[in-house]
């Protein structure tokens, strides 16, 4: 009131001190919402301690029961026979083989797509189609299954050679241009002016007629080939990769992103080509961040479940070969999810808690795929910090 | 006045919403269960909710397994299921303390079906028991196309499962090939895109596909009543307790014994208990 007065303010004018009064309901909303904050944050927490304490509370029994070598070497599943046999080496490996078919589709083409995006589309397209392949990560799972069952499989089983001998083109030739013109451009690097472009128009003859004849080979070979069951593990690996595409482009095109302009144009500005810098600087330096999205794919498409469930088949199987993805298999996802509806919970046999001891298998993989993931941003940050 | 007027409306509001919640707590019946019995389920509900439109009935289809989960929960009203109810089942039923009624409903015989063009007309149950097993892996070997067979089966958690497995496997186990489907519709659905491809169907379950004859009988409703065809099962509705006369429940779940709970029956594909 003094200080007021002497400013020769009007008595009535609100004071910017607070009163007593207002000071004790501000400071008791805040510790409120600091409360409401905590407990909030805690409790997401608390639920991932809960989630492992429940599944490895179940998950247990089994193996104290049965121990792990059935578990982790045996090929026979027969939860349901009266001599029920529990082994899930098997399934392990349709998870394995299945997610290894999607990084095969993902991780080629969301690195390429990701480079695409962030150094050669004009920013006007970029930012149309950056949107556009962001879409596919909010189409429900189930709707790519029955896709999947619906069209994909019949579409292999009738012309799933063909199909296959005109995949290995369309993905071949581009491939082999992009490479074939990377690598002549960096062996003629050095070489005269003069003599440069006829070394290198031979160099793109010999190893262009090499890749077509290595195409046409892939193909016809591919092209004979006939699929019995199209519900198998290559069915579910184009899916899977195709879910798991989003993540994949996202988070490595942040990583080239955040490589930023000044590298780039350091390497420029020395006369590095646009392909010498995207290989020789851009990359590696977002190498760790295109790591850690090659992880996050992973995690996807292994915890899908609707998908491979509804088109990879389900047959315990490991394929002979091992590597063949034209054989049904069967994943820890869709064993959990197809089996849980039979499992007696309420006398809590055997067959119950070996689906409990096969969500600690997926969810142990996950943890320590989200921990490296972690880590390795986390090292690039420093690395691009320092 | 406004105050007390708007309270008086809120009052007489929840009245009204808490006595139509109570009332319709009476007349609802909640079933649960395979999905077999599903459509028979459904088609019940229809009819009955038709006639009596107080009645409200929901009718989910998770599997005969989950079906008998809920029932020992108590979660559900009605447990539908394609097999009878296992001793285990019982006896944690009984410890819930639900008292377990039996009711047949209908019968339905699995037929092994396969895809239209495929010239195979009939298989013994041996033979199909070897297909299964996996003993049998190609057609030529029945005197079909040299295509190597697709067989495929239902999922483990299904009474359709364990109904084959009872009566055709005869403790023999199914092989590591076979592909596993999660219903009756995605098994029709594998074997009208298939051609190789042989599984086993709900008798509603074979419009466009080929059923082949099993020991040399057609999967009729006549065969399966009277047990002629080699692959045929009761199917059951499960309560707890019996219900009371009049009541809805009993209705519901005694509508197998009217000619129109028949003929509904066998509408949705089904033979009618006789």
Redesign the interface.
């Known amino acids: 009131m003094t200080d007021s007065a002497t400013n020769g303010m009007r008595p009535d004018m609100p004071s910017l001190l607070l009163s007593n009064r207002a000071r004790l309901r501000l400071r008791i909303a805040e510790t409120f919402g600091n409360g409401f904050l905590l407990t909030v944050t805690s409790l997401s927490t608390l639920a991932v301690l809960f989630i492992f304490y429940f599944i490895a509370r179940d998950a247990l029994p089994f193996f104290r029961l049965e121990g792990f070598r059935e578990f982790f070497t045996s090929?026979?599943w027969?939860?349901?026979?009266?001599d029920a046999e529990f082994g899930a080496l098997?399934i392990l490996f349709g998870s394995a083989l299945v997610t290894l078919g999607a990084i095969l589709v993902a991780v080629p083409l969301g690195i390429a797509a990701a480079i695409c995006l962030s150094d050669v589309l004009p920013f006007a397209v970029r930012q149309i189609v950056k949107p556009i392949i962001e879409i596919l990560a909010a189409i429900p799972s189930v709707a790519y299954g029955f896709f999947a069952?619906?069209v994909l499989?019949?579409l292999l089983?009738q012309n799933g050679g063909p199909i296959l001998g005109v995949a290995v083109w369309i993905i071949g030739l581009p491939v082999a241009a992009l490479a074939i013109a990377v690598l002549a451009d960096m062996m003629t690097d050095r070489l005269p002016d003069r003599t440069r472009s006829r070394v290198r128009w031979l160099i793109v003859c010999l190893s262009g007629a090499g890749a077509i004849a290595a195409l046409t080979f892939a193909g016809k070979t591919l092209a004979g080939l006939h699929i019995?069951?199209?519900?198998n593990a290559l069915n579910v690996s184009i899916i899977l990769g195709i879910m798991a595409l989003p993540t994949v482009v996202s988070v490595s095109e942040d990583a080239l992103q955040a490589v930023g302009r000044e590298l780039r144009e350091g390497s420029y500005a020395l006369g590095a080509t646009r392909a010498e810098t995207l290989l020789r600087v851009v990359l590696p330096a977002a190498g760790s961040g295109i790591l850690a999205a090659v992880i996050l794919g992973v995690m996807r498409a292994i915890g899908e479940t609707m998908v491979v469930?509804?088109a990879s088949?389900?047959?315990?199987?490991i394929p002979h070969p091992w590597y063949k993805l034209l054989?049904?298999v069967?994943t820890l996802t869709a064993t959990i999810a197809?089996?849980?509806?039979?499992?007696?919970?309420?006398?809590g046999s055997t067959r119950y808690h070996v689906l409990f001891a096969m969500a600690l298998c997926l969810l142990v993989f996950s943890f320590l795929c989200n921990l490296s993931s972690e880590w390795i941003i986390r090292r690039a940050r420093k690395k691009a910090g320092a | 006045m406004k105050a007390t007027e708007k309270i008086l409306t809120g009052l007489a509001t929840i009245v009204m919403v808490a006595g139509i919640a109570v009332a319709g707590d009476a007349n609802k019946i909640v079933v649960d269960g395979s999905t077999t019995v599903g459509p028979i389920a459904k088609a019940f509900a229809e009819y009955y909710m038709g006639k009596h439109p107080e009645v409200n009935i929901t009718v989910s289809e998770s599997g005969s397994g989950n079906g008998a989960k809920s029932m020992i929960n108590a979660a559900c009203d009605v447990a539908t299921m394609s097999r009878p109810m296992k001793n285990s089942e019982k006896k944690a039923a009984q410890d819930a303390g639900v008292q377990v009624i039996e009711q047949i409903v209908a019968m339905d015989g699995l037929a092994l079906a396969v895809h239209p063009s495929n010239p195979i007309a009939n298989l013994t149950i041996e033979q199909v028991r070897d297909i299964y097993t996996g003993k049998i892996k190609n057609w030529k070997e029945l005197g079909g196309p040299d295509r190597p067979i697709v067989v495929i089966s239902r999922d483990t958690n299904s009474g359709t499962y364990e109904s084959f497995e009872t009566l055709v496997m005869n403790k023999q186990k199914i092989g590591e090939r076979v592909e596993y489907v999660g219903s009756n519709g995605a098994i029709r659905q594998r074997l009208l895109g298939t051609p190789a491809a042989i599984g086993y169907v709900g008798l509603a379950f074979t419009e466009g596909v080929k059923a082949l004859t099993i020991n040399g009988v057609q999967a009729t409703p006549e065969t399966v009543t009277s047990k002629k065809y080699p692959i045929s099962r009761p199917l059951y509705m499960y309560t707890n307790g019996r219900p009371t006369k009049g009541s809805a429940l009993f209705n519901f779940i005694n509508l197998s014994e009217t000619p129109e709970g028949k003929k509904i029956v066998e509408d949705v594909g089904f033979v009618p208990v006789k």
């Not at chain 1, 019995?228 to 519900?231: F, H, L």
């Not at chain 1, 088949?313 to 199987?317: D, H, P, R």
């Not at chain 1, 197809?338 to 006398?347: I, L, R, V």
């Open positions: 090929v026979r027969y939860p349901s026979a009266g098997a069952l619906v499989a019949p089983q019995s069951s199209g519900t469930w509804m088949g389900n047959a315990t199987q054989e049904p069967r197809g089996d849980m509806g039979e499992a007696d919970q309420t006398t």
